[in-house]
């Protein structure tokens, strides 16, 4: 192999090195801690993820956590990405700003927003509501998180 070869290579290698692909990790159901409430996360159908920019995964048990988090303990700039699991697909995850939003007392969270995640508002079918609930948006959960959480 040539020397150019050799430095083409090497070039490619600490390019390709450097453009780590950043995306949720699995959460560790009963291992990992909420980096906000410091609760062990133990429930398949919450959690959510901030990424840094430098690719640290930081694990939540619920949205509002994450939020809280956000708000509160982290310098934002420096935030790649948020995700959500998605409440109908336990496991996955759904980029938080995109995720579709239901509040509904018939699924209360660990932290009490009662605030689910879903891919669309089309899975609500799956989860059979009976009593009255609320479709939100990404920021309309984070205006309830800072009005009742971080009050």
Request: include cysteine.
């Amino acid at each position: 192999m040539s020397v150019f070869r050799k430095i083409i290579l090497i070039f490619l290698v600490v390019v390709l090195y450097g453009c780590e692909i950043k995306r949720p990790e699995s959460i560790r159901y009963g291992i990992d801690i909420c980096n906000f409430c410091k609760m062990t996360i133990v429930d398949p159908k919450w959690g959510a993820e901030i990424i840094t920019d430098k690719g640290k995964v930081l694990k939540f048990d619920v949205v509002e956590c994450m939020i809280s988090y956000y708000y509160t303990s982290i310098d934002t700039n420096k935030v790649h990405s948020m995700y959500t699991i998605d409440f109908t697909s336990p496991g996955n995850f759904i980029y938080a700003k995109q995720a579709k939003y239901i509040r509904t007392l018939q699924f209360p969270s660990p932290m009490g927003l009662n605030v689910i995640s879903l891919k669309s508002f089309e899975d609500t079918v799956k989860l059979g509501l009976k009593n009255e609930y609320e479709t939100l948006d990404w920021w309309e959960v984070v205006e309830k998180v800072k009005d009742e959480i971080l009050q």
